[in-house]
């Protein structure tokens, strides 16, 4: 039987979501015997690509960047999964979401530079107006809940979606740590 097509995409998040996938240790040797890894910033592949079977989205939708790259990988993913509370609810990166994009620019950019204060206007992708979780601008599929869940959590996750089966979750997570 041919291995199923997994990536993992890290949005506007601290990585905290992929160490604890990467805390899987041994058992992603498991998860690589029935899938391939073929998008995620623990491989060196440049594009996502398509018939991707799942997909662990870890962090908000904060830039047009996040916005235009969650589009494009709903697109070409079967199941999405928001993995982590940032993915979830937006968490941590929403914080900004009650000042004025203005001010959150002139805060980072003006008033805490003492060299060369400026808005970038090149490199940095432009933010949106409110950071968003992923579930509001694409439809997801999974969710699974934590800051970060536990690397128990993302393996039974996985292994069920990667068996054709719905995890079933609500026991098992819970919102932050
Ligand atoms: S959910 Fe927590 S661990 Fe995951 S990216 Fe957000 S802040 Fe980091």
């Given at each position: 039987?041919?291995?199923?097509?997994?990536?993992?995409?890290?949005?506007?998040?601290?990585?905290?979501?992929?160490?604890?996938?990467?805390?899987?240790?041994?058992?992603?040797?498991?998860?690589?015997?029935?899938?391939?890894?073929?998008?995620?910033?623990?491989?060196?592949?440049?594009?996502?690509?398509?018939?991707?079977?799942?997909?662990?989205?870890?962090?908000?939708v904060?830039?047009?960047?996040d916005l235009h790259k969650i589009q494009m990988i709903r697109q070409r993913?079967?199941?999405?999964?928001?993995?982590?509370?940032?993915?979830?609810?937006?968490?941590?990166?929403?914080?900004?979401?009650?000042?004025?994009?203005?001010?959150?620019?002139?805060?980072?950019?003006?008033?805490?530079?003492?060299?060369?204060?400026?808005?970038?206007?090149?490199?940095?992708?432009?933010?949106?107006?409110?950071?968003?979780?992923?579930?509001?601008v694409v439809?997801?599929?999974?969710?699974?809940?934590?800051?970060?869940?536990?690397?128990?959590?993302?393996?039974?996750?996985?292994?069920?979606?990667?068996?054709?089966?719905?995890?079933?979750?609500?026991?098992?997570?819970?919102?932050?740590?």
């Open positions: 039987m041919s291995k199923l097509r997994l990536a993992t995409v890290w949005l506007d998040g601290c990585s905290g979501c992929h160490m604890s996938f990467l805390d899987l240790d041994e058992r992603l040797l498991a998860v690589a015997e029935k899938a391939d890894l073929v998008y995620s910033p623990l491989v060196d592949i440049k594009e996502f690509p398509p018939d991707v079977d799942v997909t662990l989205v870890e962090g908000a904060s830039s047009e960047e993913t079967k199941i999405l999964v928001s993995l982590g509370d940032c993915a979830v609810t937006a968490n941590v990166p929403s914080m900004r979401n009650m000042f004025p994009l203005k001010a959150v620019y002139d805060r980072a950019y003006q008033e805490n530079v003492t060299r060369d204060p400026g808005t970038p206007t090149k490199v940095v992708p432009p933010l949106l107006e409110k950071v968003r979780p992923v579930h509001e439809p997801v599929d999974v969710f699974i809940p934590g800051c970060p869940p536990s690397a128990d959590t993302i393996f039974y996750a996985v292994s069920e979606l990667l068996a054709g089966r719905s995890p079933e979750l609500s026991a098992k997570t819970r919102f932050g740590a």
